[in-house]
């Protein structure tokens, strides 16, 4: 089976490369795609903003009805799927699903499609595996992670950075924007290697992998 998958920012592209042969196995491929932020679901379903900004939900009904076109040319034997992965951040799950569900309805052939949202923000998949955390940063701060509640809203990314960064999230934030997505790309390339995927305590992120093992 051919995965194409979707998601919102580099660094989560970087977790993804990791964990989905972990996931798949060398019997299946996928190819990945990385946005430049989510955005918004376009009104209308038709988007105004230019593609070259890539911002994946912006673009999101044009790329599903492209893919829904590719693969209705592929032959029987060779299924695909797309796996859009995003954050929730701060909407409603239900709602947001539902807002998603809508556009690949509208599509015309409709690609197999699962979206798979990480419950706050992407850090939360790496935050289910404690002990890889830990494997990537020995120095990581206990304190921090021992109260960590599994994909609870709690500002994700700034808690791991508190745990882990030297200096904690304020020394992190002081360095600006760019230093913040680098690290989080080097957070995601250190802990992934060292993640169970059987073990992860993430309910979004075993929501992914269940959903990609429904799939194959």
């Not at 995003?86 to 947001?96: A, E, G, N, P, Q």
């Not at 052939?109 to 949202?117: A, D, G, S, V």
């Not at 990480?118 to 940063?137: F, N, R, S, T, V």
């Amino acid at each position: 089976m051919h995965f194409e998958i979707l998601v919102e920012d580099q660094s989560g592209e970087k977790a993804l490369e990791i964990l989905m042969p972990k996931i798949i196995g060398d019997q299946h491929t996928c190819d990945f795609h990385f946005y430049r932020g989510i955005g918004r679901i376009p009104p209308n379903l038709k988007s105004k903003t230019d593609v070259s900004k890539r911002i994946l939900l912006d673009q999101i009904p044009r790329l599903l009805r492209g893919f829904g076109k590719t693969f209705a040319s592929y032959p029987s034997n060779y299924p695909a799927a797309v796996i859009v992965v995003c954050d929730l951040d701060d909407r409603c799950l239900k709602t947001f699903r539902q807002e998603l569900l809508t556009v690949l309805d509208a599509c015309n052939p409709r690609p197999e499609t699962r979206f798979c949202i990480a419950i706050e923000e992407g850090e939360a998949w790496l935050l289910g595996d404690i002990p890889a955390i830990k494997q990537a940063y020995p120095k990581a701060k206990d304190n921090v992670l021992k109260n960590y509640k599994n994909d609870s809203i709690c500002g994700t990314w700034e808690l791991l950075a508190e745990a882990v960064f030297i200096g904690g999230l304020k020394a992190l934030e002081q360095r600006g924007k760019q230093a913040i997505g680098r690290e989080k790309s080097t957070w995601a390339q250190k802990i992934a290697p060292e993640m169970d995927i059987n073990k992860n305590l993430s309910p979004s992120f075993c929501y992914f992998r269940d959903k990609i093992r429904e799939l194959i």
